[in-house]
């Protein structure tokens, strides 16, 4: 199944319009981020109004928290092949349903920062079901810079 | 661990249905075929290790970051 993230996902149902995000259905990590397996429940939301920086944060830790990017704006050519293995496990029948973030590392300027397009979080904004998907292509950056967009 | 010799061609079925094969041996390198059911994920260890410390990495930045990479990314969408 071949996502194309050109649509923002705000045209989505189930992303958030608003900056609060605590009355949003949890996402459920079925594949909890590695490293981070302990945390399977987190809530989405935006961190500005344009909607291209986001934020994961724990609603099992609260201090815990990532920023994600809808990768559409800043990398309009990214386009994962998203395993139909991982579409059942996320009960995905449509590739609509489907919205890929990015996780952004932040670094000692705004300009360091990176998105880690190798290993995106992949959303069922349905069923709210979610997964970190280590993608297949060894091509795909671990951490590509945002300020060379 | 389980230490187990095997010759180019030989296999070892772990589980049920997981069969890894040994196809090529090259001076330090050795190919494996590994067969698996789909829901069976097999990954490099050292790539799986990579994205975690990314991940790590990239767990709760503060809000000064957050807020100076929003004004970064708020004028590149400007741009647009």
């Known amino acids: 199944m071949r996502l194309t993230t050109t649509t923002a996902p705000d045209a989505g149902p189930g992303f958030p319009s608003q900056s609060a995000g605590s009355d949003l259905p949890a996402l459920d990590l079925v594949r909890p981020l590695l490293g981070f397996p302990d945390y399977r429940r987190f809530a989405l939301a935006r961190l500005d109004e344009t909607g291209v920086l986001c934020e994961l944060r724990s609603l099992e830790q609260p201090d815990l928290r990532f920023v994600v990017i809808p990768p559409a704006v800043l990398f309009p050519d990214y386009a994962p092949e998203i395993d139909e293995e991982v579409a059942e496990a996320l009960d995905a029948s ?3 349903d489907l919205l890929v973030l990015a996780l952004v590392t932040l670094g000692d300027t705004p300009q360091a920062a990176t998105a880690n397009l190798l290993a995106p979080v992949v959303v069922n904004h349905r069923t709210r079901r979610a997964a970190q998907v280590l993608l297949e292509d060894p091509e795909l950056p671990l951490r590509a810079p945002l300020a060379a967009r | 661990m389980l230490v187990l010799s095997r010759r180019l061609g030989e296999s070892v079925v772990i ?3 997981v069969v890894v094969t040994v196809l090529e041996i090259r001076g ?3 190919r494996l075929g590994v067969d698996a059911p789909r829901h069976v994920q097999v990954r ?3 790539l799986l ?3 975690e410390e990314s991940n790590r990495a990239a767990a709760s930045p503060d809000d000064d970051a957050v807020a100076g990479l929003s004004r970064l990314v708020g004028d590149k969408d400007e741009d647009h």
């Open chain 1, 94 to 96: 449509n590739p609509d």
């Open chain 2, 44 to 46: 490099r260890q050292e």
């Open chain 2, 15 to 17: 589980g049920d249905d």
């Open chain 2, 49 to 51: 290790a990579q994205v």
């Open chain 2, 28 to 30: 330090d390198v050795v």
